[in-house]
């Protein structure tokens, strides 16, 4: 058992119509609860870690859990860089064993983007590590990646984007957001533009800011003394409809940390003569571990681990 390289299992992917779930995760019980997950319903997973992550955990600590972790439940995993910037801090994952990374430079320029998206593809491809680069630029707060734009991605733009840097998937932007003040209106998902740039690209093609927002968690969380409003996310069905036209590969963050708070704030409430943490957090686990079997089924990556 061990951690690996994507690139195999996105093939599948793409010849199979499914996508396969991105959970990021900062500490032990998010890792236990996202390969439980995995482990129940055989399900290929990728476990992203973004920068804010590696400071909050230290990177061998984040390196230890994801190994040891899958190790003990006896199932393959990808280990993954989310929303690289930082070229020492992309390299060090690469170095230390991370099977996949992200390089983001969508906030830059085209040219300068397919500059940089390049020197990450030469150097991570000599260690056998996958790149991820994102093309458009998505609107929302990911772990301190802000951008108050969304631009959605120009398909011939990716084509030549793809191209000129050899990636090996795509993360664009056709309307979601990160975080979970996604949307005033409703979600207006831009499938045309998705239909177009899969037509064009051949690689695997990734969707960021793709949490659900569940009206359940945010009910119970604020019945529990919690203070979110007008939170919105992307529907089932329209993450359905984006596996379907050509996405493989899907992120979640938000439902994840929205499922910790709801079950912390429940527990506390409920058994407030419980303050044994092991207690707390084993409910914030389960809670944790319900979004991401529920995740894998709408994605249908069951049973390609
Ligand atoms: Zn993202």
């Not at 056709?174 to 209106?185: E, M, N, R, V």
């Amino acid at each position: 058992m061990a951690l690996v390289n994507p690139k195999k299992y996105f093939d599948v992917a793409i010849k199979k119509k499914y996508a396969i779930s991105q959970f990021n995760f900062y500490n032990l019980e998010s890792a236990i609860a996202i390969l439980n997950a995995a482990k129940k319903l055989n399900s290929i997973v990728i476990l992203g870690v973004t920068e804010k992550a590696i400071k909050y955990a230290g990177l061998d600590n984040i390196i230890s859990i994801a190994k040891n972790t899958s190790n003990n439940l006896k199932i393959n995993v990808i280990l993954h860089l989310d929303h690289g910037r930082d070229e020492k801090i992309i390299k060090d994952c690469i170095k230390k064993g991370f099977t996949s990374v992200m390089v983001d430079g969508s906030h830059l320029n085209f040219n300068e983007n397919i500059k940089l998206t390049k020197k990450i593809v030469n150097y991570a491809h000599k260690y056998n590590v996958f790149v991820e680069a994102e093309l458009g630029q998505l609107k929302g707060n990911e772990d301190g990646i802000v951008s108050d734009v969304n631009k959605y991605t120009n398909p011939l733009q990716a084509k030549i984007f793809v191209e000129k840097t050899n990636c090996d998937s795509l993360a664009i932007a056709i309307g979601t957001s990160h975080g979970a003040y996604k949307f005033t209106g409703n979600a207006n998902l831009k499938f045309d533009i998705l239909k177009e740039i899969r037509k064009l690209v051949k690689i695997p093609l990734v969707l960021h800011g793709a949490s659900s927002v569940y009206k359940e968690t945010i009910d119970t969380a604020n019945k529990y003394g919690a203070k979110l409003k007008d939170v919105k996310g992307v529907s089932d069905s329209d993450l359905k409809k984006a596996v379907l036209f050509g996405i493989q590969k899907i992120n979640t963050d938000t439902d994840l940390r929205l499922a910790f708070n709801t079950s912390i704030r429940k527990t506390a409430s409920l058994k407030p003569e419980i303050f044994d943490p092991r207690y707390i957090l084993s409910e914030a686990i389960l809670e944790m571990q319900k979004i991401c079997e529920h995740k894998i089924k709408i994605l249908k990556s069951q049973n390609t681990i």
